[in-house]
């Protein structure tokens, strides 16, 4: 018999079946270091094994049981400590008993659902984890192997363009159009903005991309806004009558896909901002949201050439300008 926790103990190692050959995501830390972690998707399988190796051969080893779980949880940094579980999954590796050497448990969680995208943001984290557990009576020995899930989705059937305008009465009068509303993380904005009434000086134009994460309900709402890119349009006064083209490629910048109340805990949503500023540095700002995706390559993958030249067609009849940056893509992969 052993007192105060002297005698037998643990180590507890969990490996994936394909560690081999699943691929691999950088993932952001709460501290903002960036990790590998190994990828997942919604409704694919999650298999491995649990190593439990006794320190002391020889010393057996008593335990409430050996249990590994699949969950997924949010977790408020207002509100720490209090995790929100929306998947929670068990597998009973051993029924209570004794260890007399180390061994080895097989586990498989099939067809897993992972319906939200993994996420770290200033106030909110979303995270999907595997725990194994060796129960005992004093003390339980765990490990947590975390993973990363993105969330895929296909060309959406309805994106159409964005037409808005700015004015000030008497003294500017502008119009800016972006080819669509709805875009993949890879993708690029392509616009034009037009100059019809110009009666002040303006100095310096650019178009920001704003993330903005909402988190909690009611009295506890919490808004963080986060410039994400800055593109300069024009440095100089324009006239009227110009119009100036946009191009903003995605890919260089890190962002996640639209979030809209995950889970009734938070929202992550991006916006195209416009600013105007004049010679006496008065700002003159332009809101419009836009939607982000993630294209599912995945799939394509698996598809047969003619059918990603079909895709490809389609997508390029709904979008000409882009057909050419996106077979480029796609040769780039």
Sequence with gaps: MSFFGFGQSADIDIVLNDAETRKKAEHKSED???DKYFLFYDGETVSGKVNVT???????LEHNGIKIEFIGQ???YYDRGNHHEFVSLVKDLARPGELTQSQTFDFEFTHVEKPYESYTGQNVKLRYFLRATVSRRLNDISKELDIVVHTLSTYPE?????KMEVGIEDCLHIEFEYNKSKYHLKDVIVGKIYF????????????DIIKRETTGTGPNVYHENDTIA??????GAPVRGES?????????????????????KFSVRYYLNLVLIDEEERRYFKQQEITLWRKGDIVRKSMSHQAVIASQRFEGSCNPEKTQSQSNEEDDS
């Design 32 to 34: 903002g270091r960036k």
């Design 196 to 207: 019809l009434l110009v009666r002040i000086k303006i100095r310096h134009m650019e178009i």
């Design 74 to 76: 949010i977790e408020l």
């Design 230 to 235: 800055k593109y300069e349009i024009m440095d």
């Design 54 to 60: 006794l320190k002391y051969p020889g010393k057996r």
């Design 158 to 162: 309805l994106n159409s363009s964005i």
């Design 244 to 264: 100036i083209p946009i191009r903003l490629f995605l890919a260089g910048y890190e962002m996640t896909p639209t979030m809209r109340d995950i889970n009734k």
